[in-house]
């Protein structure tokens, strides 16, 4: 059985289409050496804060669950972008939202807490020879809602996967 790396990259890693390669070839390197990688990543650079703003200048006062929905898309951005470029490098990946491997949460919206992970996908995902992708910051409440862990969530979502 080979060793599980969880990785975690945060924004400034991940900001630009450079920095998205060279974190690519950093990854292939620890699996090269034949361990299975599990990656979460934050959103690109200043994204989450540009998605911010851009609410602000839509309305004074959103509603959480809204907010979670837009804020939830910055991590997702960088999961794809990451998986294609190790694909780009020969190395078969796949990402993942934090609903679809089913980090259940307390469901308070902009706060909230994990309260299990599914991880039958990274699992399944790791058998298969993959490298996988989890978006961070984010989760699913017993409803489905998407929920985010607030600030530094995507280093909560790396410890607790």
Same mark, same amino acid.
């Given at each position: 059985? $080979?060793?599980?790396?969880?990785?975690?990259? *945060?924004?400034?890693?991940?900001?630009?289409?450079?920095? @998205?390669?060279?974190?690519?070839?950093?990854?292939?390197?620890?699996?090269?050496?034949?361990?299975?990688?599990?990656?979460?990543?934050?959103?690109?650079?200043?994204?989450?804060?540009?998605?911010?703003?851009?609410?602000?200048?839509?309305?004074?006062?959103?509603?959480?669950?809204? !907010?979670? !929905?837009?804020?939830?898309?910055?991590?997702?951005?960088?999961?794809?972008?990451? /998986?294609? $470029?190790?694909?780009?490098? *020969?190395?078969?990946?796949?990402?993942?939202?934090?609903?679809? @491997?089913?980090?259940?949460?307390? *469901?308070?919206?902009?706060? /909230?807490?994990?309260?299990?992970?599914?991880?039958?996908?990274?699992?399944?995902?790791? /058998?298969? =020879?993959?490298?996988?992708?989890? $978006?961070?910051?984010? *989760?699913?409440?017993?409803?489905?809602? @998407?929920?985010?862990?607030?600030?530094? =969530?995507?280093?909560?979502? /790396?410890? $607790?996967?």
């Amino acid at each position: 059985m $080979a060793n599980i790396i969880v990785q975690k990259y *945060g924004g400034t890693s991940v900001g630009t289409p450079e920095r @998205i390669q060279n974190v690519a070839r950093r990854i292939k390197s620890y699996r090269d050496k034949g361990n299975d990688v599990v990656v979460v990543v934050s959103a690109m650079g200043h994204t989450t804060d540009e998605l911010v703003d851009l609410a602000g200048k839509i309305s004074k006062n959103p509603p959480k669950r809204e !907010m979670d !929905m837009l804020l939830s898309t910055g991590e997702q951005i960088s999961t794809a972008l990451l /998986a294609m $470029a190790l694909w780009e490098i *020969g190395v078969p990946a796949t990402s993942f939202t934090g609903s679809q @491997i089913k980090l259940l949460t307390d *469901g308070n919206f902009s706060n /909230a807490k994990i309260k299990m992970i599914d991880r039958s996908k990274i699992d399944s995902s790791l /058998a298969e =020879g993959k490298v996988v992708i989890v $978006a961070g910051f984010q *989760g699913i409440d017993a409803d489905e809602n @998407i929920t985010t862990l607030g600030r530094g =969530g995507s280093d909560t979502s /790396a410890v $607790a996967i």
